[in-house]
């Protein structure tokens, strides 16, 4: 199993960015599928965004597209979450995502297996 820590989280304006990052131990981390998840209080977790091993497929929520970018390196075992044009709605515990599998597609978050604690985000109006 890998296991997972983020950093990056914070305070921004509505309109800032964020980049998050999610550091992984373990030897297979090239072979997982990684992706960020959110949950806001109250609300039930929900599906950011995923990159398969190679970053040959990469998927998003329909809320995110277009405003946040998922990379990888698998050389520094660790992936990335660019959040740019940061909403108030975006605000949210991020947590790390990781599927020992390859599905078809990614859309939920329980497409995944391991988590890490989770980064703290506010976006201010």
């Known amino acids: 199993q890998v296991q997972l820590v983020e950093s990056g989280g914070g305070l921004v304006q509505a309109g800032g960015s964020l980049r998050l990052s999610c550091a992984a131990s373990?030897?297979?981390?090239?072979?997982?599928?990684m992706g960020w998840c959110r949950q806001a209080p109250g609300k039930e977790r929900e599906f950011v965004a995923a990159i398969t091993w190679s970053g040959g497929r990469i998927y998003y929520a329909n809320s995110v597209k277009g405003r946040f970018t998922i990379s990888r390196d698998n050389a520094k075992n660790t992936v990335y979450l660019q959040m740019n044009s940061l909403k108030p709605e975006d605000t949210a515990v991020y947590i790390c995502?990781?599927?020992?599998?390859?599905?078809?597609?990614?859309?939920?978050?329980?497409?995944?297996?391991?988590w890490g604690q989770g980064t703290q985000v506010t976006v201010s109006s």
């Open positions: 373990g030897r297979t981390f090239s072979t997982y599928t």
């Open positions: 995502a990781a599927d020992a599998l390859t599905r078809l597609n990614y859309y939920k978050a329980t497409d995944f297996d391991s």
